[in-house]
């Protein structure tokens, strides 16, 4: 399932990415997003950007970015 589905306060694992060039994946892996890595979801509107608490940092990411990251839901 994409990251950008994910409902505000759930704590998911990143999976994989979909159709990620380098380019992409270079900065996902800079800003912390990597297959493994848990994240949790702070705000996740109808419109603008998704914001994410990886680690102790918040990172806002925009939706087609989200939409290419493939997480697995934490019990």
């Known amino acids: 399932m994409p990251l950008a ?4 306060g759930e704590k998911v694992e990143i999976v994989d990415f979909i159709k990620a ?16 890595k848990v994240v949790e ?3 996740n509107q109808e419109r603008g950007p998704i914001l994410l608490k990886i680690d102790e940092s ?7 970015m989200a939409m ?6 934490i019990q």
């Open 68 to 73: 290419k990251i493939l997480i697995r839901r």
């Open 58 to 64: 918040r990172v806002a990411i925009g939706r087609g």
């Open 5 to 8: 589905l994910v409902q505000e």
């Open 21 to 36: 060039g380098r380019a992409l994946f270079c900065r996902l892996r800079d800003i912390g997003i990597f297959p493994g």
């Open 41 to 43: 979801v702070l705000s």
